[in-house]
């Protein structure tokens, strides 16, 4: 990335400035000034064009772009108390997921399924995450509660594989959380507490 000559606007000073990041379309750009100084530059652009951006690269499965674009939508977010939303509650399918190291082997067997789901009640405090293989279903249920605006606390209490009335426990249990990043209607963005990332779509016409 090239070196910019910057000159302050109010005194004879100059320096220069370092960009050591820019993403394919310029709207996240991330530079260094000559006395060390970070910035962290986003160009300002509609959420639905950043929400077009979005879905185009998880189909071209662009995990750069996919970043680069959450970053954005980081802060653009349309809801200013997500974690306390009634938008929370609802049934939403998994569209992508970065998964942390650490992370659960359930967790990481379960994003990497076509037909991942978590439903959430807010109201009554429960969450299931729900993995449809078909005629069987890896359902695991916990309890939430927010902890502030942006974070909401998860118990897993149980999980099981359940075919028809059969279910044999898997002994899932844990504690962990979600930070909000993004939430609007149809569309949410999640970190967890190891650090993998969501994204999700509402999807309230699924049967489960």
């Known amino acids: 990335m090239p070196s910019l000559p910057a000159t302050c606007l109010c005194c004879p000073l100059q320096g220069w400035i370092d960009i050591t990041y820019m993403n394919e379309d ?3 750009r991330i530079a260094r000034g000559n006395k ?3 910035f962290v530059l986003a160009k300002d652009l509609p959420v639905e064009d950043l929400k077009g951006q979005l879905m185009a690269a998880i ?3 662009d995990n750069t772009k996919i970043l680069s674009t959450i970053a954005l939508m980081e802060q ?3 809801t200013p108390r997500p974690a306390k939303s009634r938008l929370v509650s609802g049934t939403w399918r998994l569209l992508w997921s970065q998964q942390a190291e650490d992370a659960s082997p359930l967790q990481k067997w379960g994003s990497s399924q076509s037909r991942n789901y978590q439903v959430i009640d807010a ?3 429960t969450l299931e995450n729900v993995v449809d293989l078909g ?3 890896v359902r695991a249920q916990a309890t939430c509660k927010a902890l502030s605006d942006v974070r909401t606390d998860v118990t897993i209490s149980g999980a099981g594989l359940v075919t028809g009335p059969v279910r044999v426990p898997l002994g899932v249990q844990g504690t962990g959380y979600v930070d909000w990043l993004y939430l609007d209607e149809g569309l949410r963005i999640t970190r967890g507490s190891k650090g993998s990332l969501f994204v999700h779509m509402k999807d309230n016409d699924v049967k489960l």
């Open 26 to 28: 310029a709207t996240l």
């Open 36 to 38: 060390g100084t970070l």
């Open 59 to 61: 189909e071209q499965q």
């Open 76 to 78: 653009s977010n349309p």
């Open 123 to 125: 109201k009554a405090g």
């Open 135 to 137: 005629v069987t279903k």
